[in-house]
């Protein structure tokens, strides 16, 4: 009988966590599918014009996820008062988040408006990229201070319980984003052809567009987080404090994670115009597995979250541990495909032989790392639902400047060895990092956290 309820239990749970995680995998599908296509159109316009999104769309979200990451705090805090039942309170936290939002999305925008022109002379110094990167980063910003936001706002919904309002926000602008790139880039439907400014302007469309849905939601009096925008002009620092204080880690991670990004980048770029192009190419292809990790990675927050705030331990434990059994199922079985059949995932990338035959054998080695990635994401997951926010932060700080880049440094400039050696740096990267994950949630400590 009670082997038939903890069944029971396991069930709920698992389809508790389905219906979590399956729009936030939804949600990153359509980001990398919009991503995608605006690549592939501006592409078309010519190599300068390519040079300039690529760089100013890279330059415009990366900085704006990392103010972004202030949802990470909100999200937690959110959780435990939904589960403890304090829905108000939970409004009022999310009030407080969005205000916080509010001032860095226009200092953020500002900033790239006014300084677009001397950032990219210091980017480039091709002086058609400069040129039509700043206009770019003109115009994004003005979409910029409708992100951050926005971000924040999808947090404090997931950490409520609600991951398909942010699902729909961002499906409905990728949507735009691709029909407003289409018109304008070439002057179809009517529209003047503004090329990269009428892809920038897409994109800006389409992040307003974004933001009047999921604010649209919020203020409707309907959902999980109800904010009334007549009544936030009250300012709470001690919780801004609070919120910010729990955010700090998160962007820090997510600083740490791009600049070793870069780091790796411009190593990797030393062996060679084909490895670097095969490299890109084998990144593009395995982002695809990161769709799963990232949706459980949201449940398990969500789950988390809301179970401590109801006091219940041995339920967030047990979601943990579903959350992550189910990741790393369903991102092995991707691993299996790209061990399988890499030449016909690469082969969706590029037409170039000696390119996609490279990118393979690195995707092939890839699948290796699959099931720890899960892990790692996960129980990230897991420790950030809970309000531990530095022990992510810490572990992504030591695999990535400790193991990673070292590693990778080794195979390029000592051991001056090929690009799949780059990424067998990577599987042991990844290894350490589920490790250390691993170790950082069987402590338990997590569980003690009050917010």
């Given amino acids: 009988m009670k082997q038939a309820s903890q069944a029971g239990n396991r069930y709920l749970l698992r389809k508790r966590i389905m219906s979590l995680a399956w729009p936030a995998i939804l949600e990153m599908i359509s980001g990398t599918i919009v991503w995608t296509v605006d690549t592939a159109m501006v592409g078309r316009l010519s190599a ?115 991951t398909t309002i942010p699902m729909i926000s961002a499906a409905t602008g990728n949507i735009l984003n691709i029909i407003g790139d289409y018109a304008l880039i070439f002057g179809n439907l009517g529209f003047p052809r503004l090329e990269v400014k009428g892809a920038a302007i897409a994109t800006t469309f389409a992040q307003i567009v974004a933001a009047a849905v999921t604010f649209g939601y919020v203020s409707s009096g309907f959902g999980p987080i109800k904010l009334d925008f007549r009544k936030l002009s009250r300012i709470d620092l001690k919780l801004m ?11 820090m991670e997510e ?54 705030g109801a006091r219940d331990e041995k339920t967030a434990e047990l979601a943990a541990w579903e959350a992550a059994r189910l990741s790393v199922f369903l991102m092995s079985t991707v691993g ?60 992504t700080f030591v695999t990535l400047w400790l193991v990673r880049l070292p590693l990778i440094f080794t195979v390029v400039f000592i051991l001056r060895a090929g690009l799949e050696y780059v990424w067998v740096a990577t599987v042991i990267q990844y290894f350490v990092e589920a490790l250390l994950m691993a170790h950082k949630f069987k402590k338990g400590y997590w569980k003690k956290i009050e917010l």
Avoid at 70 to 79: D, E, F, H, P, R
Avoid at 265 to 291: D, P
Avoid at 367 to 390: H, S, Y
Wanted: aromatic share 8%.
């Fill in 48 to 162: 300068g014009a390519l040079s300039a999104v690529g760089l100013g769309a890279q330059l415009a979200f990366t900085v704006t996820f990392v103010f972004g990451a202030l949802g990470v705090g909100t999200s937690a805090m959110v959780a435990r008062s939904v589960g403890a039942g304090e829905n108000k309170r939970a409004d009022y936290i999310a009030g407080q988040a969005l205000l916080i939002s509010l001032v860095l999305g226009a200092i953020l925008g500002l900033l790239y408006n006014l300084g677009a022109v001397p950032i990219f002379r210091a980017l480039t110094r091709d002086p058609v990229v400069a040129s039509l990167g700043a206009d770019y980063l003109k115009i994004v910003a003005v979409g910029v201070a409708f992100m951050v936001p926005t971000l924040v706002m999808n947090s404090a919904l997931r950490g409520a319980g609600n």
């Fill in 255 to 308: 600083l740490s994670y791009s600049a070793s990004r870069l780091i790796s980048a411009i190593w990797i770029n030393r062996l060679g115009t084909t490895a670097f192009a095969a490299h890109q190419v084998a990144v593009s292809a395995e982002s695809m597995s990161f769709m799963p990790g990232y949706g459980f990675s949201v449940a398990a927050s969500t789950m988390v979250g809301q179970n401590l």
């Fill in 241 to 251: 404090g609070r919120i910010v204080s729990l955010s700090l880690p998160a962007s």
């Fill in 336 to 395: 299996a495909v790209f061990f399988l059949i890499p030449g016909q995932i690469t082969g969706l990338f590029t037409n170039i032989p000696e390119v996609g035959d490279l990118a393979a054998r690195c995707l092939r080695i890839g699948a290796f790392e699959q099931a720890t990635i899960a892990v790692a994401m996960t129980f990230g997951g897991v420790l950030r639902g809970a309000g531990d926010t530095k022990g992510p932060f810490t572990v």
